[in-house]
């Protein structure tokens, strides 16, 4: 079974700094990973996708790595802003019991304070 | 055009109603995914249609009912709910399913609650 782990649950910084947020995952035979932003009460915003076979993608002040050995994957916010406030979920998309499956992480609530 | 629509935004029903969700997309993917999310929780995957046909059923009760009239649409239709049915229901579609490499984009979703 796969089983999807964020830490820290929740995170508050202040504005202007780097941060990191966590996403492990216990079966590494995985298809690919995407991370979303979630804002209250609403839909999923794509942020990055990585295929199994790279190990880090980039847009604009996001960066998010994969080691699918270690079962991990990292999203760095660089400079970060309020508006970046949200929940950061990862999704592991893998092959288990006959079918693909997709499993959302636990979440990470970050709070960006001006 | 990278949205994926759902509507009603919001649905009150009692428990011996029957309504429907619709959810809508045209950037011509193939597959298209039902997501359950309950309060402070993660998304939970319920079904999968790729090209119009039920691969995936994540053992949902049959009060739940999914359809793919064609491959723009996906309706979600409801029945006899319980209480603990209440919670957002999210549309989401990708270029494919079978590839297992492709994003996916998700939709506002529809606040359900069963009263």
């Known amino acids: 079974k796969q089983e999807v782990t964020q830490i820290p649950a929740a995170l508050s910084v202040p504005e202007g700094e780097n941060l990191v947020l966590n996403c492990s995952f216990t079966?590494?035979?995985?298809?690919?990973l995407q991370w979303f932003r979630q804002d209250p009460g609403k839909g999923l915003t794509s942020l990055l996708l990585?295929?199994?076979?790279?190990r880090e993608q980039t847009s604009g002040r996001l960066n998010a790595s994969l080691d699918k050995s270690s079962g991990r994957s990292t999203l760095y916010i660089a400079a970060s802003q309020p508006g970046d406030s949200a929940t950061y979920l990862c999704a592991v998309r893998f092959y288990g019991g006959g079918y693909q499956k997709v499993t959302f992480g636990t979440g990470t609530k970050l709070q960006v304070i001006p | 055009d990278t949205e994926v629509t759902q509507t009603p935004k919001h649905l009150v029903m009692g428990m011996t109603n029957k309504k429907s969700l619709k959810c809508e997309q045209h950037?011509?993917?193939?597959?298209m995914y039902w997501y359950k999310q309950k309060a402070k929780k993660p998304p939970e995957l319920m079904f999968v249609?790729?090209?119009?046909?039920?691969?995936i059923n994540e053992s949902v009760p049959s009060r739940f009912s999914p359809e793919c009239p064609n491959s723009s649409l996906l309706n979600l239709h409801l029945h006899a709910l319980q209480p603990e049915d209440s919670a957002l229901y999210l549309c989401a579609s990708s270029q494919d399913w079978t590839s297992g490499v492709v994003e996916q984009y998700f939709g506002p979703g529809t606040r359900l609650t069963v009263t």
């Open positions: 990585i295929q199994s076979s790279q």
């Open positions: 079966d590494s035979a995985i298809y690919n």
């Open positions: 249609y790729s090209y119009e046909k039920l691969s």
């Open positions: 950037m011509g993917h193939r597959a």
